[in-house]
């Protein structure tokens, strides 16, 4: 049943689902890339927390109009403009008043989530609420979602994207150099409101398929989850995407085969697991790689401390330096070297005496900061420089 929902031959609400959590997931991912570089990932809850009063005022407008208080594009335009005072209180704290930003945040989140608890307390005590559902956009809830609501979660992903394809460079500018885009005459106020203004987007239209508490983990989980495996902005702009897409992919799929389990905490779930697995496999920066890299690290200090002990006639204490020797071919049990293992000592030695005359030249400062005692001279030096060094070693012949 699983693979069936994942290539949508589950149901046309299912398909539905799915469609507009991918989209969704999208949008996340990509808007969200720029939320973690920037370091603002808190202020996307504390929008996503300003959205519930706007959703129970919503809904009492539209009952006393005698419209569908259910009705998604006004629960949505509601919990929107709730979001856009939210943001602006916010930013407001920030540049007015002597708050912190985290501050600012914890104020903005705590005082609208509290007054749209009491809305919806509210509502559940007046006839037309009773049956309302408003607590499912706490933690989401695509039960019965129609297509009109698909599209419009859909739609809404769609031009979020779109707005971060146009704005990407500028906002880019303003996540990784702010006084740099200052100087180039951009407004960095206007851009970080954009930014925001895509995020509570993201917010919005994630509110019914992840709910508002947990739409921060899809705007932030795949960004610091695309952060393992590329260090190139755009790399990670799309990777994040991706990742976010992928997630919503899976977890909608899963709650569609087992329509007990909830959509948006199994989205997270998944997009967690892509983190975690992220988080011990990536090639450059996880767990294991490093793991790995310092244990070669380690093998090869140990095997050229062996070296330089041979070439110097010393011997050799430390019994994993002889095991790895040994292993090498470098030298016997007894810690005597062999032919190879005497010819890789003496350049060994010849390399540590280039160190120690570049350590202590002023020209090759910057090169002999990388010194750590595996590193070949010949990487960050010149052959020109490194036979004006070879000069100056005061030996009877030249080890090559």
Do not use: C
Not at 355 to 376: C, H, K, S, V
């Amino acid at each position: 049943m699983f693979w069936q929902a994942l290539t949508f031959q589950l149901g046309y609400n299912a398909t539905l689902v799915t469609i507009g959590a991918v989209l969704l997931g999208l949008a996340a991912g990509i808007t969200g890339t720029f939320l973690f570089l920037r370091k603002r990932a808190l202020v996307s809850d504390a929008i996503a927390h300003a959205t519930l009063p706007g959703v129970g005022l919503a809904f009492i407008l539209m009952t006393a109009l005698g419209l569908d208080g259910r009705w998604l594009p006004g629960l949505l335009m509601g919990s929107a403009i709730s979001a856009f005072l939210g943001l602006l209180a916010l930013q407001w704290m920030v540049t007015r008043t002597r708050l912190s930003e985290d501050a600012a945040i914890g104020a903005v989140l705590s005082v609208f989530f509290a007054f749209g608890i009491v809305l919806l307390t509210v509502i559940q005590s007046i006839p037309a609420g009773g049956q309302a559902g408003l607590e499912g956009f706490l933690l989401g809830s695509t039960a019965g979602m129609i297509f009109a609501d698909a599209a419009l979660i859909a739609a809404g992903g769609a031009v979020v994207v779109a707005l971060v394809l146009v704005f990407r460079r500028p906002m880019m500018l303003l996540s990784f150099d702010p006084n740099y885009a200052a100087a180039q005459g951009m407004r960095i106020s206007g851009i970080d409101l954009m930014m925001m203004v895509l995020v509570l987007g993201v917010t919005v239209v994630g509110l019914k398929v992840v709910g508002l508490i947990m739409i921060v983990a899809l705007l932030i989980i795949p960004a610091v989850t695309a952060r393992f495996w590329s260090d190139r902005a755009e790399v990670l702009v799309l990777t994040a995407g991706v990742l976010g897409a992928l997630a919503a992919w899976i977890g909608a799929a899963i709650s569609a085969s087992a329509p007990d389990l909830p959509t948006g905490p199994l989205i997270v779930l998944v997009s967690f697991a892509m983190f975690a697995a992220s988080l011990l496999l990536a090639p450059a920066r996880g767990l294991l790689s490093r793991a790995l890299r310092h244990r070669r690290f380690q093998r090869g200090v140990h095997i050229r401390q062996g070296l330089l002990s041979l070439a110097q006639g010393q011997p050799i204490y430390e019994p994993l330096t002889l095991r790895l020797l040994q292993a090498e071919g470098l030298a016997r049990a007894d810690g005597v070297a062999t032919d190879t293992g005497k010819a890789r000592a003496a350049r060994a030695h010849w390399d540590e005496k280039r160190w120690e005359i570049a350590r202590a030249t002023p020209e090759f400062e910057l090169a002999a900061a990388r010194y750590d005692g595996l590193t070949r001279l010949e990487e960050v030096l010149t052959p020109d420089q490194i036979a004006e060094i070879d000069g100056r070693i005061a030996a009877p012949e030249m080890v090559t």
